[in-house]
């Protein structure tokens, strides 16, 4: 069957659901805005309308740093429907990252808040000839102009969206290196829609939670797509609330949310003992989160969260916890018709059951891959090997395999170290830190050591700033509670930890 393209999608959609609520928006200030699929389809329009008067044409890119609000999500659709590609980014950009971003995709328009047009327009400088400024509510999207009707529009393009159109680069988190554009297609927005509606068992009466960041993968790829495809609805918060988030979401009458480890860890230490919990449906979490933190926040949700895996460059999640009674340590099994394998890192051949290896993903690039990185054909070369069977995509995560094939995720490649031989997951050390007593949340880096080659070395968050915990403490905890070679060697206490907007740690820029 010939690929379809993302705007297909949201087209279908609209014909199929046009008096049915799509969008839900919240705002910081507690105001609730709301778009049925037919109201927000003539937003796009002259969304779309406004971006051609700009001079965007198929091809073009629009650079787009902003928060989470209806103006993020109509640029995205409008850059569709023209065959033009999106650079969603980080907000909180500085000049130097704006700088640096806008000189790789050479926009036609660059889109940012009024709240941060300063810093914006001094990073674009000259590369950005058409510069938008919106107030990040839902005025941006209700006070657009319409240069042209959405008859002129269509009767003016030049041929419609095909499946191998470029549709967004997405720049990596940069936990341990400089970002990298990872090139999306109309196709791959397409694919991911159907799958990940039904890996979530979506149906249009279903309404997602989203609160985590627009210009990440994880809301448009688990969330929004998949919405559009079935034709269900979208609660979107202008930002991320720990303390608000289950009332928030009871307000809002949600059914599905997508986390990751860290958010839940938040919302577990700013939710108070006196909330009731709530009844959700589904919950997809990613990155480790430990057994006890697992326990409470499926307590608080009312559902046991499914731990799923994927990535930016894998567009659909590999594989996801599918059973009856899903744990906090499993990412489960592969989804719909991926194919894997786990390779020795060394060798390159098949790992044995339950021995770590780095995880492999077959598919097609620009379909259920992505399509490579952004100007960089030696890093995409040296990601894909392309065989009988296809093309492999090596992902440089560890996970480990059981004899049923049920996959556990250990780390990044470089988020091993080995401790006098042994091998320790750095990213399985955090996640039991975090649940030391006084501990809100740790990163874990290797340190060289004279004896043991590398050993671990915890920096710690405290959950009480004023009572925090004591090294002593938590060298007991580490005894009682983690083997020889994953204790830390020593305990530092910061303020906060540096994260990716995705919640990711920076290893690198820990304790610089």
């Keep these: ?16 659901h046009t008096d049915s609520v799509f969008l839900v928006f919240r705002t910081e200030s507690g105001e609730v805005c709301q778009w049925t699929y037919g109201e927000f389809d003539a937003v796009v329009a002259r969304t779309a309308g406004a971006l051609r008067t700009a001079g965007v044409v198929p091809g073009s890119s629009v650079h787009v740093a902003l928060r989470n609000c209806p103006a993020f999500v109509a640029l995205w659709l409008a850059a569709s429907r023209l065959g033009a590609w999106l650079v969603p980014v980080d907000p909180a950009s500085s000049p130097r990252d704006i700088a640096r971003q806008t000189r790789r995709v050479q926009p036609t328009v660059g889109v940012c808040a009024s709240a941060r047009e300063a810093v914006y327009r001094e990073g674009a400088g000259d590369q950005v000839p058409t510069v938008l400024v919106l107030a990040e509510d839902a005025s941006d999207v209700n006070g657009i102009e319409t ?3 959405c008859t002129d529009l269509m009767e003016s393009d030049e041929r419609a969206p095909r499946p191998e159109d470029r549709l967004a680069v997405m720049f990596t988190s940069g936990t341990t290196s400089e970002p990298k554009g990872v090139v999306l297609t109309q196709a791959n927005y397409a694919h991911v829609a159907t799958v990940m509606a039904e890996a979530a068992r979506l149906r249009p009466h279903h309404r997602w939670h989203v609160t985590l960041p627009l210009f990440h993968a994880n809301a448009q790829y688990y969330c929004f797509a998949p919405a559009i495809a079935v034709g269900a609805s979208v609660a979107l918060s202008a930002a991320f609330s720990a303390s608000g988030w289950v009332p928030h979401a009871r307000e809002l009458q949600v059914t599905h949310a997508s986390l990751f480890a860290a958010p839940i860890r938040m919302i577990l230490a700013r939710t108070s003992g006196e909330e009731p919990p709530l009844e959700l449906e589904h919950v997809w979490f990613a990155q480790s989160l430990g057994a006890e933190h697992y326990e409470r926040f499926a307590r608080l949700a009312g559902t046991r969260p499914r731990q799923l895996y994927g990535m930016t460059e894998t567009v659909a999640i590999v594989s996801a916890d599918s059973s009856a009674y899903p744990v906090h340590d499993v990412i489960g099994t592969p989804v719909a018709d991926r194919r894997i394998r786990v390779t020795d890192p060394v060798s390159g051949n098949p790992a044995a059951a339950g021995a770590t290896g780095e995880l492999q993903v077959l598919g097609t690039p620009g379909r259920d891959l992505f399509s490579g990185y952004l100007d960089d054909e030696e890093t995409t070369t040296d990601a894909f090997t392309t065989g009988p069977e296809g093309t492999w995509f090596a992902t440089g995560d560890l996970v480990s395999a059981d004899v049923d094939g ?7 490649l470089d988020d091993v170290i080995k401790v006098s031989g042994e091998n320790v997951s750095l990213t399985e050390v955090e996640a039991a830190v975090a649940q030391a007593p006084g501990v809100l949340e740790a990163a874990v880096v290797g340190m060289p050591d ?16 004023n009572e925090p915990p004591h090294a002593e403490g938590l060298d007991q905890w580490a005894a009682r509670n983690l083997a020889p070679a994953a204790r ?5 206490l910061i303020d906060e930890l540096p994260r990716t907007s995705a919640g990711k740690i920076r290893r690198f820029r820990v304790g610089s």
């Design 147 to 149: 240069p042209l009707s």
């Design 1 to 16: 069957m010939k690929p379809a393209t993302f705007w297909h999608t949201w087209d279908s959609a609209v014909g199929r």
């Design 450 to 465: 004279p004896v043991r080659d590398t050993v671990p070395v915890a920096y710690i968050v405290a959950r009480d700033p």
């Design 406 to 412: 049920v996959l556990h995720f250990t780390g990044r």
């Design 488 to 492: 830390p060697r020593a305990w530092h």
